[in-house]
């Protein structure tokens, strides 16, 4: 272990057994590692989070989440157990993951949203501030464990503010899904979105940057003469 | 006392005097209960819970609310004073319920929903995570005071995720609200409503589980050959 | 200092260096004043509350934020750096506001809102639970820096509960925001509008009080007889 950077933590955070925190993490105040789901022993369940993480403070990670390197959580937010978590993945303040969802490198994830079990987020898809991904097409129906599907981002797929999706829609990839939708229906690859219930209103390939006057997405367009270049935005 | 096990309460929580908490509860990290309201001195107004509670880490629970056995909080809830609340009733993470609320027993409120003053939730009603109900119909109204009305949610009705309910509406028997709908008026026992604003588009009898092919309220319906159980979900 | 009220601070709450905290103000249990922002050393930047604050549990206000007197937070509210915040504003239960927001004095936000940087909230506007204004035209452009532009409420606009304002929307004075609209285009002043996308259905001088059978924002309108006084609600 010589070489290698500790972990930073504060001196309120709590941190159960069998919480692997990678080198160089921070870990805030009033925050929580590795808290057992119902039915499990504190420790039973391992909790891996890779290096270089910034875990906020209020914040309550359970035991059982496999978490890449560069996390980083927002204040208050919450995963639940059982999660995959890539790379390069940030999650807002104040936002739910539920449990079993699966979470690719260098998803962003905005504050105050909520992504049920059985989710999938691939990889570089944003998920916008209030936005619900929901699982369960009737409530308290007696058979919903069998019939939970939560949504699928595809690659790139990005969900504006506010906007519900219902259970099992896939966003293609690249998509664009308006502040405030209510998401029916699969979405096409890199179409735009809007209303309630959600409609195509034009595809990505036809948006203009108020500033630029360039296509924002030219580079996933493969547009000549891009000089994209990585969003620094960490969706706290 | 013999016999009775003790509450179980984790050492960072802050819990006021005047604080009845039923046998066998668990209260986690960072929580405070019997947080006095304004006005009001530490310890002076009495809150009771019943046996079994399951209160998550940094939830808040005013003084003045009085809750029945086997209550269960998500993480981060609130819960403002003056409140009753029944039996097996669940609030989610960070959702917040204000003062003068009236929760039945068998009520679940999943996560990041908001439920104002003077609402009224009836036996098993559902409530989706970021669903708001309202009760002001002009904020900022210098007669605010004397129009404040919330919704009422009668047994059994459900209200998807994000969805808004306006001051004063009733949600009838059974009914389905949609997410994201923005329900303006009463909604009829078993309706289904979806939109902006919301408009009925079917009724519970015409729906079909994805998965089994079989109504999913068929229990409730009174549809021959019920297997129906209680569905386990915490509501976290 | 002879004469003055200090600040009551919970032993639990986190006070960095260099907070400035006005007399006789309140600070609850797991509260965290002057966290630094990134890049940040603890105590470089300042942090000034005025007089008479109340601050709510769990609440994180970062260094660099510059408040008013009788500024009041509900439970877990965020505020990150840079903002400037006037006299008498509340900031609701798990509500957050970015960082460069500017907040005039007397505005109330409600809870579960979100605010981005870049934002103006005019003096005496009013922001309902759940409502999400949004300031980036296309989520992970790699321009995004030069075009993030947050919507303006006038003084007294009023946004409903749940509500989306899309980027750089004007709010007009006194207009008022339906719950859950989605506000695509700027909004006259007086304007009342709904649906999404938002449209105006009708003006606030056509708004009738259930309770009084007066216009509710007569005192605002200059209407005659007016006995409107200051509402109390605290918008946590």
Same mark, same amino acid.
């Given at each position: 272990m010589s070489g290698a950077t500790p972990a930073t933590i504060a001196p309120s955070a709590r941190i159960y057994p069998n919480v692997q925190l990678g080198e160089g993490s921070v870990v805030g105040d009033f925050v929580i590692i590795g808290e057992p789901a119902r039915g499990v022993a504190p420790g039973e369940a391992a909790t891996v989070i890779g290096a270089g993480a910034v875990i906020r403070s209020h914040t309550v990670i $359970?035991?059982?989440?496999?978490?890449?390197a560069g996390f980083q959580s927002g204040h208050g937010a919450l995963l639940r157990e059982s999660n995959t978590i890539g790379d390069n993945v940030s999650v807002g303040s104040h936002s739910i993951?539920?449990?079993h969802v699966d979470?690719?490198?260098?998803?962003?994830?905005?504050?105050?949203?909520?992504?049920?079990? $059985?989710?999938?987020?691939k990889r570089g898809s944003w998920v916008g501030p209030g936005v619900r991904l929901t699982n369960a097409p009737h409530p308290l129906c007696p058979d919903v464990q069998r019939c939970l599907v939560g949504p699928t981002l595809e690659a790139g797929a990005k969900i504006g503010a506010n906007a519900s999706l219902l259970p099992g829609v896939r966003i293609g990839e690249n998509a664009l899904v308006g502040a405030g939708a209510v998401v029916t229906r699969d979405v096409e690859p890199g179409a735009v979105v809007a209303g309630n219930p959600a409609r195509t209103v034009k595809h990505i390939r036809d948006l203009v940057c108020p500033a630029t006057g360039l296509n924002p997405y030219r580079a996933i367009l493969?547009?000549?003469?891009?000089?994209?270049?990585?969003d620094d935005h960490a969706g706290r």
């Open positions: $359970y035991a059982g989440n496999v978490i890449g993951i539920e449990h979470i690719a490198d260098r998803v962003r994830i905005h504050s105050q949203a909520f992504v049920p079990e $059985y989710s999938t987020l493969g547009v000549p003469g891009d000089d994209s270049d990585d």
